[in-house]
């Protein structure tokens, strides 16, 4: 018999992985950082693209040392991938990196952005949404604990959990 040809949505041998920067590691918002990429097991990239939340930036000049801008608005955890393209034009996905984006900025108000921050009733809970104003002229959502957010009550009435809050029943 013989063989079939491959398919156009075949997917390369190999993989594409971010050496740098590594998980978890520290950014600080409109920063410039210089992501490495390699491909392995076969794949060899001609091309490839980097994705930090919403900021973009490629190359098609191995070895891959890219460097992309931290969006200026970003705090907290934010997801790196980068997409690689063969001789082919097929492609892959690199393994997620997430960055703990930080900023230099000073905060200077808090927004709560419920229509009610009531609540009616014990038991009965209420979505937070926080946003920060900074210095910088950016606002940033701060809703998430791994933000930096702290919520505290001074009323023992009140149980706080992860932005989110409720009467003690």
């Keep these: 018999p013989a063989a079939r040809p491959a398919s156009p949505l075949a997917v390369p041998p190999g993989s594409l992985r971010i050496v740098s920067?590594?998980?978890?590691?520290?950014?600080i918002a409109g920063d410039t950082v210089s992501v490495q990429v390699v491909g392995e097991g076969g794949f060899v990239p001609v091309t490839v693209?980097?994705?930090?939340?919403?900021?973009?930036?490629e190359s098609d000049t191995a070895p891959f040392t890219i460097p992309v801008t931290v969006p200026a608005r970003a705090l907290g955890p934010t997801k790196l991938l980068a997409i690689g393209f063969d001789a082919t034009d097929h492609s892959l996905v690199s393994n997620l990196v997430t960055l703990n984006v930080q900023t230099r900025a000073n905060l200077q108000t808090v927004h709560i952005v419920?229509?009610?921050?009531?609540?009616?009733?014990?038991?009965?809970?209420?979505?937070?949404s926080v946003l920060g104003s900074y210095d910088d002229g950016a606002v940033r959502d701060i809703t998430s604990p791994s933000s930096g957010t702290v919520y505290l009550t001074s009323n023992p009435a009140i149980e706080?959990?992860?932005?989110?809050?409720?009467?003690?029943?």
């Design 49 to 57: 693209a980097v994705v930090l939340g919403n900021a973009e930036a």
């Design 114 to 128: 419920n229509q009610d921050p009531i609540l009616f009733g014990i038991g009965k809970q209420r979505q937070l």
């Design 21 to 27: 920067p590594l998980n978890g590691a520290t950014v």
């Design 160 to 169: 706080i959990g992860r932005a989110s809050c409720r009467e003690r029943v």
